[in-house]
């Protein structure tokens, strides 16, 4: 079983559509959180991240950690066609752990928005 | 805009070949990483340096394949000797000193390697 498990899609909605992007994970070392778009023949480019549970929101993207059920997700709301990207979720553990600064990526989903 | 450069974007050879992939950190960044993705396994850790001394390579097969920082403006990622199984997109990525446990990375735009 994977550290970080992500649905890799493909998920399709239209313009204007509120998407959910969800990732679970089995190592409760992960501490922080990120999600990372990916433009096709490009690098992962940082969309958010955060280090709580909770939600924190940034324009038109709520990122939401529960700790207590290993699951995070990525909320876009008003989805433009310019959304359309894979998505990889991002996770690492805590300075003092052996795992120092290493980031676990899920699969990532590829996300459409049709106009 | 500061971003990591990565070298060459497209490599092409043959089987048997070495292949020497080159990155080039944002400056002032002391963390590199690099990444491999492929469609069937996403991105996957091949090993990662701080300031310069590896951390963690267990990610990289060890027989054929070599990571090294030269220089804290150059890290290298070797394939010697190159196979099929290599062709994928190979990333860099560096990340700014502490607090850097908890620091996002920055990555290039990849070196796709095709193996033939």
């Known amino acids: 079983q994977k550290e970080v498990e992500q649905d890799p899609g493909p998920l399709s909605v239209p313009e204007g559509a509120i998407v959910s992007l969800n990732c679970t994970y089995s190592?409760?070392?992960?501490?922080?959180f990120m999600w990372y778009r990916q433009y096709s023949r490009k690098g992962p480019e940082l969309l958010m991240y955060t280090y709580s549970s909770g939600n924190k929101e940034d324009g038109r993207f709520t990122a939401q950690v529960d700790k207590s059920s290993k699951y995070i997700s990525l909320f876009i709301r008003d989805s433009q066609p310019s959304d359309s990207a894979t998505y990889l979720c991002a996770m690492g553990a805590l300075f003092r752990s052996s795992n120092t600064g290493k980031l676990i990526f899920g699969q990532g989903t590829t996300l459409q928005v049709k106009p | 805009d500061a971003r990591v450069t990565q070298t060459p974007r497209h490599k092409v050879t043959e089987m048997g070949q070495e292949v020497t992939m080159r990155c080039q950190p944002i400056?002032?960044?002391?963390?590199v990483f690099w990444y491999r993705q492929t469609m069937m396994q996403g991105l996957e850790l091949l090993a990662y340096?701080?300031?310069?001394?590896?951390?963690?390579d267990s990610g990289m097969p060890k027989d054929r394949f070599s990571a090294e920082m030269p220089d804290a403006t150059l890290a290298t990622l070797k394939i010697q000797p190159s196979e099929p199984r290599d062709s994928a997109v190979y990333f860099c990525?560096?990340?700014?000193?502490?607090?850097?446990?908890?620091?996002?990375?920055?990555f290039g735009n990849g070196t796709r390697l095709t193996v033939t």
């Open positions: 190592n409760s070392a992960f501490q922080y």
């Open positions: 340096f701080r300031n310069r001394a590896p951390l963690d």
């Open positions: 990525a560096s990340g700014p000193p502490r607090s850097a446990d908890r620091t996002p990375l920055h």
């Open positions: 400056l002032g960044h002391n963390t």
